[in-house]
């Protein structure tokens, strides 16, 4: 069965310090992966997406993604956060067509302005 | 495009009681799932449709029904609340052709059981 880990659940960083959260997926065959933001009170949004291509992809507001296939992971970086970063931050896959997806248990991100 | 919109945004009920919560979206998507979020577990997928009458168990399904009659609509039904369905429902909605799914959510209801 697939599953998503996501080993830090709680984030507390400084403004411009630089972010790395981490997501390892279990999933033998091809994958879609996903990162998506939820700010406080919001609903989530997709930050990015891998469905092919370039292992490394470029998402909204400045953060990006690397994906590895032989580790399983799809790590999502930003160089320099900033306060409005702050917020909960989820890994999710799902297998081309099946309609599954399955999400991480989230990281949550706190930015000290 | 209004997107996905979910109503109510917060309901409380008594064990036992049953109710709906209303999920449309104007995308003209075929696929449509409910998740359910709760703290230190992520979202897990209640129930997912592909289209207007077909719907399929996700990996929570359990005290939970739903039905898809129309391409818009998605609506999710507690039968008997139970304190243990309290939680934040999130319902979210895509395409199914080719490989570029991506899920678009609504803004969820918060659902207290008491």
């Known amino acids: 069965a697939q599953s998503v880990s996501q080993h830090n659940h709680h984030v507390i960083l400084s403004e411009a310090a630089s972010l790395e959260l981490g997501c390892n997926y279990s999933?033998?065959?091809?994958?879609?992966l996903f990162w998506y933001v939820q700010y406080p009170g919001q609903h989530l949004q997709l930050l990015l997406k891998?469905?092919?291509?370039?292992?490394l992809v470029k998402g909204i507001k400045g953060f990006e993604a690397e994906f590895i296939k032989s580790k399983f992971s799809f790590n999502l970086r930003k160089p320099s956060v900033q306060w409005s970063d702050t917020a909960e931050y989820f890994c999710?896959?799902?297998?081309?067509?099946?309609?599954?997806?399955?999400f991480g248990t989230g990281t949550r991100l706190k930015v000290l302005a | 495009n209004a997107g996905v919109t979910q109503t109510p945004k917060f309901q409380v009920l008594k064990t036992g009681q049953s109710m709906t919560l209303q999920c449309a979206q104007d995308?003209?998507?075929?696929?449509m799932s409910w998740y359910r979020q709760d703290p230190g577990m992520g979202l897990r997928l209640i129930h997912y449709?592909?289209?207007?009458?077909?719907?399929d168990q996700g990996e929570v399904p359990n005290g939970y029904n739903v039905s898809r009659s129309t391409t818009e609509d998605f609506p999710l039904r507690l039968l008997s609340a139970a304190p243990s369905q309290t939680s934040v429902y999130f319902c979210?909605?895509?395409?199914?052709?080719?490989?570029?799914?991506?899920?678009?959510f609504g803004p969820g209801t918060r659902l207290l059981v008491l």
């Open positions: 979210a909605s895509s395409w199914t052709s080719g490989v570029q799914e991506t899920q678009y």
């Open positions: 999933y033998g065959g091809t994958v879609n």
């Open positions: 891998y469905f092919s291509g370039d292992p």
């Open positions: 999710a896959v799902n297998a081309p067509g099946t309609y599954k997806y399955i």
């Open positions: 995308m003209n998507h075929e696929y």
């Open positions: 449709s592909v289209g207007a009458g077909i719907t």
